[in-house]
């Protein structure tokens, strides 16, 4: 049998960590500073000392292996190397248990493999602020230390043997596999294949499939097939939305019911903020019940959640029932269960983000992994949104207020620089040339005391002062990864008051490179939407991969079912939209008289749709309307469609691109028919045409204006539309309520299977 492999880090966690959970603030080391800590410390040793030493050892059928930082044969010394910042005092116990049995592993596989009878083990901490190295050293000999890995080997073999028992048992079932339903959707079996074909090959594939083939399970059920032969650990399904989670469990619940005792474990990821159970505690076992003695009961929780999860799905409410049986945290569980899980499923930024849970853990245990991203066309704004970092100087004002005076002076000198900035302002809004490296130079500064200040006082909450902490770490983040894919602009506040000042942003344009490295750690990465076209676009800014693939799956209806037509004698442009609305509110309520019934209408603002309701109303008030309203909720945004029945009758009024243009089902007469009063091209103002010039800059070929605004907005158009036909048997009509829907390049990005009139294809 093939051993089960283990890094050091995850044994010495599973079998030594113990106590509360701990999260009261305390700066860490960010992963660079870590990187730039252990390489010093490297550089300060002698020419013989051997850094980064891969180490493994082997007991039964257990395989150990990593890298210890650095050993000297000459004094006999290995050493495990530990940045951190503040005090050295503050470091928790249980952490120092942990990192002593990561050297003890380390020294025993050591020991072993150079045949030494003893070793000096040293626990190196650096701290990041003085750059001072505190030594922390033991001798030990060879036979203590291999009892040692015995001991947590024996510890974690009874659990690496289940594992490995649920592996086989799990390739076994996948390989028998049948799909769940008596046979494929029209475009659903090449939809399967193309994805089956992607995970064989290694390949990225970009899907786009058309609404009420069953994308979903088209997609997961042939990943699952793939994963016995291509010795896949996990499937990660992505989603941008909750509703995207929702179908993916779903069809997960499926595959689980058509095979008795499927030994598949499926994980739902969460928001901390939607899992937390109590909301009003802080995250350390002195506040929070649920912290205290955490990791004394999670080895019991782990067990009960990866037994439940052989017969159900460890979604949110079963995750929760699991973890308050064994008094734990649920959002923390559910991170611990990633390691030990088949398919998880969560937000984009699980795994497209820059410190992201998912990536993180498939980079350190080097696990082979299949990535879906459902409804992919909402990575472009959602990995721009990832890699942009801001900040407001009004919360840089309400931080001064709060701050003690040991940081007074350092928060000064950021305004100031700060001022300078805004002296120096031309515009409203103005790109910056490059970095304004002084302005970092002061934010970095501000960050160390800002840390060093945190360590000394871990008890104290400042919401003001930790809130533009946060948001300054993630500017200085990003602003060492800054270059020509972002922008570096400046804005006045938008507030109305004289002091607002203004609000500096490192605006992400192109996420290319930060995505595409993600793309390349996966096997495989299907990345699936009704709307991906122009595929070229997507690869652009998306960074795929050269040999991506591509399918265009045939949709399964027929051109009667769907009436299109395009009403020429409107136009919804900027200048024309007050003379545009008697003409939509006639074409609006003819349709709903020749053909009463539910509707959805779409308009670009939440403006132009109150002035458009406003009109409807005051004319045709025996007709029931609805209308989206700003910042809904997701149960005000239920209670909106719920109204929405077969017995209904009504139009509801919305915009284009919010939450009911897209992931919204209301098949058969729950919606008959849509308007579209736009062509969804995004607004033209000074940041989207300076995105648009970067664009020019980076592409070349004018791409600029289509990849800014012409693409964008026909996608939103076209989601929209895809709500009214969901299934094979469904009927409805759709008005393209512009003139400029007559153009053949419009025309060319909308889906083939429409015939369009009057102004039809030419």
Same mark, same amino acid.
């Given at each position: ?283 350390? %076992?002195?506040?929070?019940?649920? !912290? ?5 009961? $999670?080895? @019991? #929780? +782990?067990? /009960? =959640? ?76 959602? %990995?721009?949104?990832?890699?942009? !970092? ?5 919360? $840089?004002? @309400? #931080? +001064?207020? /709060? =701050? ?95 002091? /607002? ?262």
């Amino acid at each position: 049998m093939k051993p089960y492999t283990v890094a050091v880090r995850a044994l010495c966690e599973f079998t030594t960590k113990q106590g509360d959970l701990d999260l009261r603030f305390t700066p860490a080391p960010c992963a660079q500073e870590g990187i730039e800590g252990h390489a010093l410390v490297a550089s300060r040793r002698p020419a013989h000392y051997q850094a980064e030493l891969a180490l493994s050892g082997q007991y039964q059928d257990l395989l150990v292996r990593g890298r210890a930082d650095g050993f000297d044969a000459q004094l006999g010394r290995l050493e495990e190397v530990k940045t951190f910042k503040g005090k050295i005092e503050r470091i928790p116990e249980n952490h120092r248990l942990l990192h002593w049995a990561q050297l003890k592993v380390y020294g025993a596989m050591l020991c072993r493999a150079q045949g030494l009878a003893e070793v000096e083990l040293a626990l190196v901490y650096f701290n990041i602020g003085s750059q001072q190295e505190t030594l922390l050293c033991e001798r030990h000999a060879a036979a203590d230390l291999q009892v040692f890995f015995e001991t947590l080997c024996g510890r974690f073999l009874a659990w690496a043997q289940q594992e490995l028992a649920h592996r086989g048992q799990r390739d076994e079932a996948l390989s028998a596999l049948a799909f769940p339903h008596s046979d494929f959707r029209p475009g659903q079996r090449d939809l399967s294949t193309a994805v089956y074909r992607a995970a064989q090959t290694g390949r990225c594939l970009m899907a786009q499939a058309p609404t009420g083939i069953g994308k979903t399970v088209g997609t997961i059920f042939p990943l699952l097939k793939a994963c016995p032969g291509q010795q896949l650990d996990k499937v990660f399904f992505l989603t941008a939305k909750s509703a995207g989670r929702g179908l993916a469990l779903e069809a997960l619940h499926l595959l689980k019911k058509s095979v008795s005792k499927l030994p598949l474990r499926a994980l739902e990821l969460v928001a901390r903020d939607k899992a937390c159970e109590h909301p009003d505690k802080a995250c350390h %076992g002195e506040s929070c019940p649920l !912290a205290q003695g955490f990791y004394d009961r $999670l080895g @019991a #929780a +782990r067990e /009960a =959640a990866v037994t439940f999860s052989t017969d159900g799905l460890l979604d949110r409410g079963a995750l929760r029932e699991v973890a308050l049986a064994h008094s734990v945290c649920p959002y923390y569980l559910s991170q611990e269960l990633v390691r030990w899980s088949d398919v998880v499923v969560g937000d984009y930024n699980y795994y497209f983000d820059v410190s992201a849970l998912l990536h993180g853990l498939t980079q350190a245990n080097q696990w082979r992994v299949a990535v879906l991203v459902d409804e992919a066309h909402n990575l472009v704004e959602r %990995g721009r949104k990832m890699y942009t !970092a801001e900040l407001d100087q009004t919360s $840089l004002r @309400a #931080a +001064r207020l /709060a =701050a003690p005076p040991a940081l007074k002076k350092a928060l000064d000198r950021l305004h100031r620089q700060w001022n300078e900035l805004n002296k120096a302002q031309l515009s409203p809004y103005q790109v910056l040339d490059g970095l304004p490296l002084k302005f970092v130079a002061h934010l970095q500064l501000l960050n160390s005391a800002l840390a060093d200040y945190q360590a000394e006082h871990p008890t104290e909450v400042n919401a003001a002062l930790q809130g533009f902490y946060f948001e300054a770490l993630h500017f200085t983040r990003m602003a060492e990864l800054f270059g020509p894919h972002s922008l570096c602009d400046l804005s006045k506040a938008d507030t109305g008051l004289a002091r /607002a000042g203004s609000v500096l942003c490192l605006r992400n344009v192109l996420p290319a490179p930060f995505l595409g490295p993600r793309f390349t750690a996966a096997r495989t990465t299907i990345l699936f939407s009704a709307t991906l076209q122009p595929m070229a676009y997507f690869a652009d800014i998306l960074g795929l991969p050269a040999d991506t693939a591509w399918v265009d799956v045939a949709a399964p209806f027929e051109a009667k079912q769907l009436q299109v037509s395009v009403a020429a004698h409107i136009s919804t442009r900027y200048q024309q939209r007050q003379a545009s609305l008697p003409a939509i509110v006639e074409l609006m309520a003819r349709q709903f008289e020749a053909q009463p019934g539910n509707y959805l209408a779409f308009f670009s603002s939440h403006d132009y749709l109150q002035e458009a309701a406003a009109l409807f109303e005051s004319l045709h008030g025996q007709i029931s309307i609805s209308k989206q309203t700003r910042r809904m909720t997701e149960q005000e945004q239920q209670a909106f469609l719920s109204r929405l029945t077969p017995d209904s009758l009504g139009i509801a009024f919305v915009v284009l691109g919010g939450s009911f243009g897209e992931a919204v089902d209301l098949p058969g007469k729950r919606l008959i028919g849509a308007f579209i009063a736009t062509l969804g091209l995004p607004q033209v103002n000074p940041v989207n045409e300076q995105i648009k010039l970067r664009l020019d800059q980076l592409m070349g070929g004018g791409a600029g204006y289509n990849y800014t605004y012409f693409y964008p907005g026909l996608q939103k158009v076209v989601q929209a539309a895809g709500r009214v036909i969901r299934t094979v048997s469904d009927q409805g009509v759709l008005h393209l309520m512009d003139d400029r829907f007559g153009r053949r390049e419009v025309q060319a990005l909308l889906p083939r299977w429409w015939q369009v009139a009057p102004g039809g294809r030419s």
